[in-house]
């Protein structure tokens, strides 16, 4: 407040300057041209500028002394709190509205973080409270042999859950780093997709699923070799979940405009229409997941890794005829390196 006052003295005296270095100008040629009534035309001019300029003076200050008063008040408790009440468009009203989208986008953002936390406490209560009552159970009354090796490998199932949401949640945290943190190097997309294919035959042989490939030679692109496998693993591990025993799956890589283009389709149960615009959602479960294991987060992560990469993805699919999953990645860049 001190400051703007100050501000507005400063504005008023260099204004009152100008004023008087005007008139004294006035002044001497209305005296060299022998003007009557010179000095009386000076100070009705300099009174009536002076009185114009402070107006002027008072209106700008008032205006930025209103914004900083309610800049003060707004917190994080407050943050859906909005500056009204400035309807110019000039420069201060300019201010108060960039003020306020900046308010909008750290609402989202605390939004967002609030409901994150909640749901990772939601997804990590779940496993825990069945480990615990597993347990428990299990130290009700003695056992034989074989139903500790039960107990055992249910609790050994739940820690993997446990891990694996934590791993997923890192990986999260890891996309939204600033890029020169995400230790980015040059990855030959090639060789990758076709260690990533082994993976796949692997899970799919377990519902006697095929797996074809088709990928191009000597891809290389920019990136975390370690996070973008898990993004692809993603998809795959999603393909073979939600494909039918004894159906197909499709790895593909080739180029286009100087992208690389990862294509992984399936002939599976696909998503419906209605899901589709959240499958990306964090902790999203379509309404066809209910009885697949699953944390409801690796989309979310896959599209977050993708983007760290500059990349994009775009999903495809009809109920009852499949799933295809697009993802454009630039070319390696030896400059940005």
Known sequence: MNLLRSLRNRLFLWYVGSL???????????????????????????????????FIIYKITDALTYLTEKIKEISRETLGQRITGI?????????????????????????????????VAHELKTPLATLRSTLEVSLSKDRNRQEYKKVITDAISETNHLSSTLNNVLSLAWSETPQEQKHMTKINLS???????????????QKKQIVK???????????????????????IDNAVKYTL?????????????????????DNGR??????????????????ATDKVFGSGIGLSITQ????????????????????????TLPFFNPLSS
Request: aromatic residues 12%; charged residues 25%; glycine residues 6%.
């Open 20 to 54: 008087l270095l005007f008139s004294v100008f006035f002044y001497i040629v209305v005296h060299i041209l022998d003007i009557h009534y010179g000095i009386e035309i000076v100070f009705i001019l300099f009174f009536l500028l002076a009185c114009i300029g402070f």
């Open 87 to 119: 309807r110019s468009e000039d420069e201060i009203g300019e201010l108060a509205t960039a003020f306020n989208n900046l308010l909008d986008r750290l609402d989202g953002a605390f939004k967002r973080e609030q409901q994150f936390i909640a749901d």
């Open 191 to 205: 060789v990758l997709l076709t260690e990533l294919v082994d993976i796949a035959e692997k899970l799919a042989s």
């Open 213 to 235: 490939f088709q990928i191009k030679q000597e891809v290389y692109i920019q990136g975390n070799k370690e996070k973008l496998a898990r993004a692809l693993v993603n998809i």
């Open 245 to 265: 025993p004894k159906g197909e799956i499709l790895v593909k890589l080739k180029v286009e405009d100087k992208h690389a283009l990862i294509i992984f389709a």
């Open 270 to 287: 696909g998503i419906l229409k209605k899901d589709i615009p959240h499958i990306f959602d964090r902790f999203y479960r379509g309404s």
């Open 304 to 327: 977050s890794i993708i983007k760290a990469h500059h990349g994009d993805i775009l999903v495809q699919s009809t109920v009852g005829k499949g799933t295809k999953f697009i993802i």
